[in-house]
């Protein structure tokens, strides 16, 4: 039995067989190559050795210059993958990948694509401060022509990275920096999960749980603990955020008739949101308790390590909000 892998394993594994596969795969960003660090998490370690520094480029302090020149790459017919550094750092190259990434194809008439894939390493609960740590996944899915994608799992990590350096728009591949050394089985060569499809991490029949990333293991977690009461609860691993699998999600709450969205990123005006209120317009008659939401506080993150986990939601929040449903 092969040995698990940590996630920043299997997502290292991913870039080698796209650059493996596809002279036309490049990684730029900040650090990324041997000579530098190997990436600030030691993701990309030994790509520019295995496939030159031509191909793993790193570049200066500078997310405009990064997105810039990623998608400008794209548009030249390359399959860039540009590594920023941390989430928050997206807001420095907003315009080239909201403004230009994301609508390069509609003002083009669909003649030209921008196959670009934007790596971005986010999360609170270790401690790295409110610029280091905010999950912005709303405010990509807001922008048509871009895809935002998400993992709970190493295997989905690669499959789900592998799928998005494929694909011929531009994605966001989301890296919780809290789950990067969690490990899991390793996938198969040539894995891949498909943009758009859920996957249901665990059945059940008397409630539903929509999340995806780090809280997906919260969320079995707490299942397993209900398990033991008889109470059996469906946990749904989104994977892609935008665009998400609205059928996969709507099938399983017409079965259940109860449904919480969980996400980490703070409540107010997050993705849940929007899901919460789909299942709302589809399902309304259906439903036997409104739709519960789950997020963190509405605040800056915190840096202080009480603070930050008041910030946070937590498994017992998710016990509340599911007991509360079956009331």
Same mark, same amino acid.
């Given at each position: ?9 299997? %997502?290292?594994?991913?870039?080698? !067989?796209?650059?493996?596969? #596809? ?6 960003? !900040? #650090? ?48 860039? %993958? ?16 909201? *403004? ?33 740590? #905010?999950? @912005? ?17 190493? &295997? ?5 990275? @592998? ?45 539903? %749980? ?8 919260? &969320? @079995? ?7 033991? !009461? ?5 946990? %749904? ?7 998400? #699998? ?21 409540? *107010? +005006?997050?993705?849940?949101? !929007? ?11 259906? @439903? ?10 509405? &605040? ?10 008041? +910030? ?6 998710? &016990? ?8």
């Amino acid at each position: 039995m092969s040995e698990p892998i940590s996630f920043v394993q299997a %997502i290292n594994l991913g870039l080698q !067989e796209a650059m493996e596969a #596809d002279p036309k795969v490049l990684l730029l960003g !900040e #650090d990324v190559e041997d000579g530098q660090s190997g990436g600030a998490f030691k993701v990309s370690k030994g790509l520019s050795t295995r496939f030159g520094v031509e191909r793993v480029r790193g570049t200066p302090i500078s997310e405009q210059a990064i997105m810039g020149a990623a998608v400008g790459a794209a548009i030249a017919g390359y399959r860039p %993958i540009a590594e920023i550094m941390f989430m928050n750092f997206l807001t420095v190259g907003m315009d080239q990948l909201v *403004n230009h990434a994301a609508k390069i194809r509609f003002m083009s008439g669909g003649r030209t694509s921008v196959p670009l894939t934007v790596r971005c390493s986010t999360g609170a609960g270790v401690g790295f401060g409110g610029q280091h740590s #905010d999950m @912005l996944e709303a405010w990509l899915a807001h922008v048509p022509g871009l895809k935002v994608a998400t993992a709970s799992n190493p &295997a989905d990590a690669k499959g789900l990275l @592998l799928s998005a350096i494929e694909d011929n728009d531009p994605t966001v591949f989301i890296e919780n920096v809290a789950m990067y050394q969690s490990k899991g089985a390793p996938p198969a060569p040539g894995y891949k999960v498909p943009l758009g499809k859920a996957a249901i991490s665990r059945a059940g029949d008397d409630l539903t %749980i929509v999340t995806y990333g780090r809280p997906v293991l919260d &969320a @079995l977690a707490v299942a397993e603990d209900f398990a033991a !009461e008889g109470v059996s609860v469906e946990v %749904i691993d989104l994977r892609t955020i935008a665009p998400w #699998d609205e059928a996969a999600v709507l099938n399983s709450v017409a079965r259940t008739k109860r449904a919480i969205v969980l996400h980490e990123a703070v409540k *107010n +005006f997050g993705a849940g949101g !929007e899901i919460a209120s789909r299942i709302h317009e589809e399902l309304f008659s259906d @439903l036997k308790k409104p739709v519960k939401r789950i997020g963190s506080k509405y &605040a800056v993150v915190p840096f202080a390590s009480p603070l930050e986990k008041t +910030f946070l939601y937590s498994r017992e929040e998710i &016990a509340s909000a599911i007991r509360a449903q079956l009331d």
